[in-house]
């Protein structure tokens, strides 16, 4: 069983930054590929990044490449998000996940996360 606890989030202008912190308990953190989600009002989950067990792999939604990193400690158990050039449209709630699946061409499909957290409002205003 994996806890997931996200923190961070608020409120910001648009072209401003944020991390997002994503605090996992159990110890067995480091098994786990771990992803972020997010969702804003109206519109379907759409997955953000991904990160492998170790961090030497990461994936990203296309439109948030080059503005959006993941990372992760394994040894705080901790996954991040950081996010810079925010703009108005990255409004959303941003969740976490973990993936006991290894194969990267898993990660953008939220069906095969095995644990999600609560979910933290992001809103960046104009």
């Known amino acids: 069983q994996v806890q997931l606890v996200e923190s961070g989030a608020g409120l910001v202008q648009a072209g401003g930054s944020l991390r997002l912190s994503c605090l996992a308990s159990?110890?067995?953190?480091?098994?786990?590929?771990m992803g972020w989600f997010r969702q804003a009002p109206g519109k379907e989950r759409e997955f953000v990044a991904a990160?492998?067990?170790?961090?030497?792999?990461?994936l990203y939604a296309d439109s948030l490449k080059g503005r959006f990193t993941i990372s992760r400690d394994n040894a705080k158990n901790t996954v991040y998000l950081q996010m810079n050039s925010l703009k108005p449209e990255d409004t959303a709630v941003y969740y976490c996940?973990?993936?006991?699946?290894?194969?990267?061409?898993?990660?953008?499909?939220?069906?095969?996360?095995?644990?999600w957290g609560q979910g933290t409002q992001v809103t960046v205003s104009s």
């Open positions: 990160i492998s067990e170790t961090g030497t792999n990461t």
């Open positions: 159990g110890r067995t953190f480091s098994s786990y590929a």
């Open positions: 996940a973990a993936s006991a699946s290894g194969y990267s061409g898993h990660w953008r499909m939220g069906a095969l996360y095995d644990y």
